[in-house]
């Protein structure tokens, strides 16, 4: 079974269920009391944070079509279907990490533009999303989207996640969502790590002045809001949205 994961931004609640889940799936003894025990503790590759507004989003490895991790690890830890570099109907495939071919360069972390690639607590080995493949081959959706009470995360089966850069938005926020990335000028600094991490290149601005992002362009994939260090990067969102997410939060807590 193959398929790409869906975020609808309205149903986050922050519950972080699908942190534990993960973390567990990813753990030797696969429940949380043994999960718990284990030395070191086993780690989620999915990150849930909040946008503000009361709204709040799930992080993960978008699997890129082109996948900039692959190209920049000297050691060629990353690969798809079995190959560092797949063939057409190899994309179908996650992008996943090597465990033992990782040496711990960090050249995929500065690579990846999400954010989605992090190193272990030793700093010894970097770890990523995996889409779950194992249970993916025995026909079960991964654990995340599995675990989520609210309906938030969801794994839609044949859905090909590989089709084009524009298909990334849809692992962070579903289409109907409509949230929208915004730079606010009085707390840019111009850095320009924003701008560094587009995928589309949609981020304007020159040295020390405000940037902008031209919202014709954008995907709106999120890689400038993780990479701003200043909160500068907001997300906006219709008041339906803003709506249902209050909605969302108040049933999650009852």
Partial sequence: MRGTIHVDLARCIACKACEI???????????????????????????????????????????????????????????????????????????????????????????????????????RKAYKCDLCLNRLEAGVEPACTEACPT????????????????DRRFLVVHEGTEARYAIDPEACTACGRCRRSCPQQCIEGETKVAHRIDPERCIRCGACFLACRFGAVRVTAPASVLTAASTSTSQGGE
């Fill in 21 to 123: 889940a993960c973390a567990i799936e990813h753990s030797t003894a696969k429940t949380l009391v043994g999960a718990l025990s284990e030395r070191p503790r086993p780690l989620s590759r999915v990150k849930v944070t909040p946008l503000g507004d009361g709204l709040a989003a799930p992080f993960q490895c978008r699997h890129c079509e082109d996948a900039p991790c692959m190209g920049a690890c000297p050691e060629q830890a990353f690969g798809r279907g079995g190959e560092p570099q797949p063939s057409a109907a190899a994309l179908m495939e996650p992008v996943l990490l090597g465990w033992e071919a990782c040496q711990a360069q960090k050249k995929c972390l500065r690579a990846c533009p999400f954010a989605a690639i992090r190193m272990t607590p030793d700093s």
């Fill in 151 to 166: 309906g938030a995360l969801t794994f839609v089966a044949g859905a090909a996640p590989f089709t084009g850069r524009a």
